[in-house]
């Protein structure tokens, strides 16, 4: 499994992106997908979790202004990030498990003026 994440740039507080992540292979029957993000010097934490029921679960700092969600058809997850600030700056790295964890290559988001 190969997933590849796209829609990182540099954005003004307050300004949104759409990452985007696309799976080589049919998502239908990948249970959790979802991002995770790792800022300069500090571990790799969860951001966002979706499950192929579509249960969600998110970080409390992102709470209100993420939304994960999935196309089966494409075979791609986004995450649609709203409100950014300054502290969410970071290479954000979509994941599934299927069998075992997968990883993408990671976008760097910089939130900055």
């Known amino acids: 499994v190969q997933l590849q994440a796209s829609g990182g740039g540099l954005v003004q507080p307050g300004g949104y992106l759409r990452l985007s992540c696309a799976v080589s292979q049919s998502i239908f029957r990948v249970n959790i997908m979802g991002w995770f993000r790792q800022a300069p010097g500090e571990q790799r934490v969860l951001v966002a979790l979706?499950?192929?029921?579509?249960?969600?679960n998110y970080a409390g700092s992102v709470k209100g202004r993420f939304t994960i969600s999935r196309d089966n058809a494409k075979n791609t997850v986004y995450l649609q990030m709203n409100s950014l600030k300054p502290e969410d700056t970071a290479v954000y790295f979509c994941?599934?498990?299927?069998?075992?964890?997968?990883w993408g290559q990671g976008t760097l988001v910089t939130v900055s003026s």
């Open positions: 994941y599934c498990f299927y069998g075992r964890p997968f």
């Open positions: 979706t499950s192929n029921i579509g249960d969600t």
